[in-house]
């Protein structure tokens, strides 16, 4: 795996502006509330549940994969805005855990770096584990799960009491099984290799606004109180309802007091359900780092890392600021010739199935499957409009090699070529459907195209003559609707289906974002 990891991919970045409301007055104070401008899309793309920290010099974060691999990107910044992709915490499983590999919390500390994280444990449930490296970049040594109960325990936030005791922050993962969602508190060695003693809870989901759950809480300490962040409702698909919300303590362990003019963020004209962040502080002011759906593009782009600025207010609570947060201009084209020798850390692939891949002569090779769609490798989509093209290198004997837009294993619809044949193909739920065939001759080099409009609106089309023109094949709008899992966002990638050793080679990728 490390042979694939040496290419950096520059994150393409973005920005919106808007307004909405911020918190209201205390019970205790009467203010003015403040009207919100929009917060920077800073990372853009599906990175839910984003968390970041200052180490040395630099800022660094992380964000949750889910079924998606390698494992918690890593990326690095100067200034909170521009984000370079350096690596992953994991591009090897952990011997414990299967998938779901969500909600990293990085955490340096005495010169190592932790990364808190939640992940499926084989033939039991949700588990939060850890994992510590020299250097942000790793690579990070698995600890394995520090707490795995009954109903599963995710979120992991590590903070120290007011005496400088260490203890675990995460929640029982209650909803799962419709039960409540407590938050616990428990001392953790600092080995950060067992919790000890006994855990206490510190606030559970008892306001209406909060649904079936409260999750995710991150916490600051300011003057008098501790502060915890967290998310509450529904966090993911099409009928979410999360929100932001804090609550503070004069002591960690509590009691804990909930604000009353909760949630503190909500939906807005261009963002929905925002929630799952971390503080931070650059030059003594205050950011929150944290996800949400934009009204547009929603689901198929997924939950993008959004970046927000706030203070603590007179009265002891928080307010997010009126002034803009500075962003990052935007760009919307990725191309990868394959120049390098190893992948680029654009690619993601099925925490199922691990590909087989050469880089080597300005070409990408790709091992065939047999069932499904075969192996494949994704990129992100940044837009719900974009336009994708692979060009394929035909070889005799070879691979069914395709271009595909990517909900998970069981779920894509794409475009394939093999001795000639150009055949659009659909797989739902595991089952294929064929929507339409053409015959390209014996060119060369065939360059497929997908064009996506709306998130799920999906055509495609093929050329002999280096994109010159191009020929429809198959419906002209198929309806992508049902591809995105309720917890991740679509990618666009690189397909290869056939017989043991047959290979599909690739001479380029373009994915162009925001037509």
């Known amino acids: 795996m490390n042979s694939f990891r040496k290419s950096i991919y520059y994150g393409i970045l973005c920005f919106a502006f808007l307004t909405c409301k911020s918190s209201a007055p205390s019970r205790s104070v009467s203010r003015q509330a403040e009207p919100i401008q929009s917060p920077a899309v800073v990372i853009p ?28 990107p890593l990326l690095k910044s100067s200034d909170l805005v521009h984000w370079e992709t350096k690596g992953f915490v994991f591009e090897k499983k952990p011997d414990w855990a299967d998938y779901y590999f969500w909600a990293p919390e990085i955490a340096p500390e005495n010169g190592r770096v932790y990364i808190y994280y939640t992940a499926h444990k084989k033939d039991g449930n949700l588990c939060v584990g850890v994992a510590s490296a ?64 006994e855990k206490k809870e510190l606030f559970r989901n008892d306001a209406p606004w909060e649904a079936n759950l409260v999750e995710g809480v991150s916490m600051i300490r300011n003057g008098d109180y501790y502060y915890a962040l967290y998310a509450a409702a529904g966090c993911c698909g099409r009928a979410c309802t999360y929100g932001t919300g804090v609550a503070r303590a004069k002591n960690l362990l509590g009691p804990w007091e909930k604000y009353s003019q909760n949630p503190i963020l909500t939906v807005e004209p261009n963002w929905k359900c925002p929630g799952h962040g971390t503080p931070i502080e650059k030059d003594g002011r205050h950011y929150f780092m944290y996800h949400a759906y934009s009204q547009q593009g929603g689901i198929f782009v997924g ?12 009265d002891g609570w928080i307010a997010f600021k009126r002034e803009a947060t500075p962003a990052a201009s935007a760009a919307g084209l990725f191309r990868d010739d394959f120049n390098g020798t190893e992948l680029s850390t654009a690619w993601n692939w099925s925490v199922f199935r691990q ?16 069932d499904k769609f075969g192996d494949f490798v994704g990129h992100r989509t940044l837009s719900p409009n974009y336009t994708a093209q692979a060009t394929v290198v035909p070889q005799a004997n070879g691979a069914q090699a395709g271009l595909a837009i990517i909900g998970d294993d069981d779920n894509a619809v794409g475009v394939s070529v093999q001795d000639g044949q150009v055949r659009v193909w659909k797989l739902e739920k595991g089952k294929e459907q064929s929507l339409g065939t053409a015959q390209a001759g ?17 055509s495609f089309s093929y050329s002999t003559d280096n994109g010159k023109s191009f020929t429809p094949v198959g419906d002209r709008s198929i309806d992508g609707a049902y591809l995105p899992p309720w917890d ?28």
């Open 45 to 72: 793309g599906d990175y839910p549940d984003p968390s970041v920290a200052k180490i040395g010099n630099a800022y660094w974060a992380t964000a949750t994969s889910s079924n998606w691999f390698p494992a918690y």
């Open 134 to 197: 020299d250097k942000p970049e790793g690579p990070y040594r698995d600890h394995g799960p520090l707490v795995c109960q009954k109903d599963g325990s995710i979120d992991g936030f590590p903070m120290r009491d007011e005496t400088g005791k260490l203890y675990l922050i995460w929640k029982e993962d209650g909803n799962s099984v419709n039960q409540p969602t407590p938050i616990w508190a428990q001392p953790l060695n600092e080995e950060r290799t067992a919790l000890t003693g």
């Open 303 to 314: 939950r993008q890392a959004l970046l927000r600025e706030f203070r603590f207010t007179d």
């Open 355 to 370: 590909p087989v891949i050469q880089v080597r002569k300005g070409q990408l090779q790709l091992t065939a499957q047999p």
């Open 442 to 458: 014996n060119a060369s080099a065939i360059t497929l195209l997908a064009k996506v409009e709306n998130g799920s609106q999906i």
């Open 488 to 515: 991740r966002a679509l990618r666009v990638g690189l397909t290869a289906k056939g017989t043991a050793g047959q290979t599909a080679q690739f001479d380029s990728f373009t994915l162009n974002s925001g037509l």
